[in-house]
């Protein structure tokens, strides 16, 4: 899990996983969207499929990059207490506002 949350932390990478979170991408499209070099790009690409979060096959000359949902499940799992805690926030959040709404009646 580690290394998946060490690839999670730079915003390049984000952003490459939030474009291949729609369809699957060469290089070349992925490059267009960020603001640093072609090499940078590589590097960033060889970071993600070492972390397991894409995949990659040829097509032709060009690699095509494809996101591996799965390997988010482990961090998931470790984010579900943090939900469930934000969840009873919420949820007394939101009974604080009803009873709000009750009193201005």
């Given at each position: 899990m580690d290394e998946v949350l060490q690839a999670l932390a730079d915003p390049s990478r984000r952003t490459m996983?939030?474009?291949?979170?729609s369809h699957p991408a060469s290089a070349g499209?992925?490059?267009?969207?960020?603001p640093i070099a072609r090499p940078g790009v590589s590097r960033h690409?060889?970071?993600l499929r070492e972390a397991g979060l894409?995949?990659?096959?040829?097509?032709a000359q060009r690699r095509i990059y494809a996101?591996?949902?799965e390997a988010l499940t482990e961090v998931d799992?470790?984010?579900e207490?943090?939900?469930?805690?934000?969840?009873?926030?919420?949820?007394?959040?939101h009974t604080e506002i009803a009873r709000g709404k009750k009193e201005r009646k």
């Open positions: 996983l939030e474009i291949l979170r499209e992925l490059a267009a969207a960020l690409l060889r970071v894409v995949d990659v096959r040829q097509d996101l591996r949902p799992q470790w984010l207490p943090y939900r469930a805690l934000w969840q009873n926030r919420l949820d007394a959040l």
